[in-house]
């Protein structure tokens, strides 16, 4: 068992790095706040004899040596990035309970034979820079160093700049230190454990992810003068787009969601009629068939509304992510582990985007989800208990030993 | 008759004061670029042999001695600041006209019996300091002075502190400067002297003018994860206030224009649905009653909008102006030099707001338009001719000279 309490302390002693009034945390990637939170991370690694590398990405790797070096390590861990406006949970959960194990292993003298490594990937969240689990797509190759290196966030200051400033382009190549699976403990960022009174979802797959850049162009004109017949308004067109991805996303019931999360006008002012919009959609699904219809929806829906509105929309796919399907026995494993600690538990899709998703197309990958209030999550109300999130190291724990070995 | 080359040279030499790449000017009121203009203009103005003062709120006046000073003199002018990505004419052409006028008038050695008075209105557009036509609402007695000089722009930036940043709050106690009658030309902003082949309007009415300050508290939430029936989604609140305002003002026909011109999400993040967002509604008619209902169908439509998405709408109304109905005897004037002259010519009435709309609430007041490419205005790509722009001005001084007395 971890230590509940330890692992407790450690998740709201990292909450001020980047603290909000209203109780969240605001620590986008790569920012002064990340930095802080990389250091306490970096040291506690330390502390716990971990050997941390860095790579050229930014993530970051504590490495405890198991009895059998010629194997790669089992990988555990999540990120400490979050949202502009996130909570205490999300990623950091996942990371500092990987932490926690160790220190338990550690008090406990327990050597494993594989080697274990914790790990804190750079820029889950997406926020900053796209696309979301950036660090892990580029480990796993979907995505080459150099690419990500080049991409800009909203200032234009890009990934190889923002890593510099804070000290952390590391020397590990990005891919090279390998493992034999990866195993993340997360809040459910969802309402389906709460609802059910379950302690442990047991994740066996994953929503797929598009992820657009749009941008609406129509005419700047007198709000005052322009007679509605000749306007061409592109904040009236981004209405129905919004609208349309909320209807199109319906129809599919559960399996799919849609949202507009991004849009900036471009010179805005009270009297004039919007003339430039920028926009992103993110849509999902965990059927492939379903993000299909979803794309296919969206851009047909765009295409009548642009023309009957007289303005031009550019819809651009910047990201798709197939979905996941985890690791079938690495999935038994978590089971096995919530059923032998005796937590309530039922498998699970996860709606959001995971670094395992990524890594499970390279290696066995699964997941423990841990339930949140509300389902709440990238808010800074998220929130969760004491007790769920043990058990969630827990098992996160027991899984880690059963796949290293004792 | 004015010097019609000379008028376009010095729209054409201003204009160089914020030009924007695109052929247009971003001269927010009181902003760098701003004191530019005003310094030209006062140099101008003294080397035309004018008296210039300037009032608390910035605006601009520039004496011409008449025969008979014991009369308030002929008020005659327009504004120089312009939208962020505004014109060269809107505004421009009536401050720069009357100031044509003066410079005719001096070239010819004609003197008038009243004094003439040309001016530079501040805040004329709204877009940095709300209401629009602050100054001349604030001359009138609609604010008080000290009311408007604690309006904050985006940045929470005073008009008093910009005012003194620039060098431009002056003396002269708002409103102590009296007119006899207060005269201006703009461009038409609107289709309909182009779509009917007249060069002058006759501004007999304007519309009036309701602006709202919104806000939408949903609630933030997980784009991947947050099931579409749990969504308290603000921007597809937004959406649907848009498009009820849309169809709201349609209801009206060519009688009321509705547009929602800015809005901005909190904290936006692709994968975060929008929890809140800041938007502002501009909505006119010229008839009164029209506006009554556009009030009460905005209400009653965000009511019913934010019950069934259970968010919450804040809508305060910042600014409400009646409909103007300029001063007959002074639109026959503006009529009789238009046939005078031999422009043709049509009643019209304003779908923007003007500096004259609220002078004539104390004094008479009229107006000239000309008319404006595709009616187009409030946009980079605004134009008119330099014959129309002449025209304009002849009518300007010969309504000017038969008010004023030769
Ligand atoms: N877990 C999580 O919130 N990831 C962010 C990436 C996404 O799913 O949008
Ligand atoms: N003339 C003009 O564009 N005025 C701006 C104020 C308004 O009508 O919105």
Redesign the interface.
Known sequence: QIDSARLWGTIHETAQFGATPKGGVRRLTLSAEDKQVRDWFRKACESAGLEVQVDALGSMFGLRKGRDMSKPPIGVGSHLDT???GGKYDGILGTLAALEMVRTLNDAGIETELPICICNWTNE???RF?P?MMASAAYVGDFTTDDILSRKDAEGVTVAQALDSIGYRGDAPVGRLKFTSFVELHI????ILEAEGKTIGVVDSG?G?L?YDGKITG??????????P?RR?A??T???I??AM?SI??KHG?K????????????????????EIAF?V?C?SADAAIMDALDRDLRAAVIEIAARRKVEVQLDLVWRKAPTHFDPKLVDAVENAAQQLGYSHRRIT????HDACNLNTVMPAAMVFVPCKD??????LEDATQTDCAAGANVLMHTVLALAGV
């Not at 799919?256 to 003339?275: C, D, F, L, M, Q």
């Not at 996860?350 to 985007?353: D, L, M, N, R, V």
């Not at 389902?375 to 800074?380: D, L, R, T, V």
Request: net charge negative; glycine share 12%; no cysteine.
């Open positions: 949202q502009p406006t969240e997406g926020s796209a979301a459910e960022q969802g309402p929503q992810v992820w005419f700047e004109s007198h709000a005052g003068s322009t007679p509605m000749l308004d904040l009236a981004l209405s129905e919004v609208l909320e996303a319906r559960p799919a969601v849609g949202t507009i999360g991004e849009a900036v006008i471009a010179a805005p002012s009270r009297n004039v009629i919007p003339g992103t993110d999902r996860s709606g959001a985007g389902g709440i999550s990238h808010n800074e």
